[in-house]
């Protein structure tokens, strides 16, 4: 068994989504005690900004004629897509920036989606387990101040669920700034049972994975 766990937070040592990340990991090994995890870490590690342009253009050039550049860019697409073909599930953990996707995460995902297992012809992901752990420092639901400004989540959900076909869990935390921002303070007490009911979620999560890919063959 291999876990697959993508991290994109900027700030690792107080990141809200790696801790939730952390305990649906946590679910998963002690499932399956022998499962190997492959790491991606897009803070330490970035995806080069110009890797997804040289990816791209080397498609429309014979492979003698690429250059270095091109061909260093369509091996590393290939070396993310073997991440995500060879485990048995996976788990990204994706904050809020912005009001939009990480950059990181859209840098990467765009390089990955080049190779032909991960576009729109592939099937590898197909009915594969996943778990995106996203987090807000606000909260964008339904009538709050700021309902619609999560242009995030759904983008994500829409990728990883709809284009790529995995079996997705989506655990949500809002309200993460709270205790930070002045201007929350008036929120504590929801913001507490929020992250209560998304660290639940996220056990939850790493269980079914776990349950899941016990019934099915391996990778």
């Known amino acids: 068994m291999t876990l697959f766990r993508l991290d994109a937070s900027i700030l690792p040592a107080t990141s809200a989504s790696r801790a939730l990340g952390d305990l649906v990991e ?3 090994t002690t499932a399956h ?13 970035p995806v080069p900004s110009a890797a997804w342009q040289n990816a791209v253009t080397a498609g429309f050039a014979a492979e003698p004629d690429r250059t270095d550049a091109q061909r260093d860019a369509v091996a590393l697409a290939a070396a993310l897509a073997d991440e995500l073909v060879n485990a048995d599930a996976l788990l990204f953990t994706v904050p809020l920036y912005n009001f939009g996707v990480s950059q990181h995460f859209k840098t990467w995902f765009d390089l990955a989606f080049t190779d032909p297992r991960t576009n729109p012809e592939g099937t590898a992901l197909r009915g594969k387990p996943a778990t ?5 420092g606000g909260n964008y639901d339904a009538g709050t101040p700021k309902e619609g400004w999560d242009h995030s989540t759904a ?3 829409r990728v990883l669920e709809d284009v790529w076909g ?3 869990r989506v655990v949500q935390r ?4 709270v205790g930070v921002n002045p201007a929350l303070d008036a929120f504590r007490d929801m913001a507490a049972a929020l992250k209560d009911e998304a660290e639940a979620a996220a056990r939850r999560s790493g269980r079914e994975m776990a349950e899941l890919r016990s019934k099915q063959p391996a990778a």
């Not at 995106?132 to 807000?136: A, D, Q, R």
Request: charged letters at 30%; hydrophobic letters at 50%.
């Open 26 to 28: 946590e679910e998963w």
């Open 33 to 45: 005690p022998d499962s190997a995890v492959t790491r991606r870490d897009l803070a330490a590690d």
């Open 132 to 136: 995106l752990v996203t987090v807000l």
């Open 155 to 157: 983008w994500l959900r």
């Open 166 to 168: 995995l079996d997705l």
């Open 174 to 177: 809002p309200f993460t700034l």
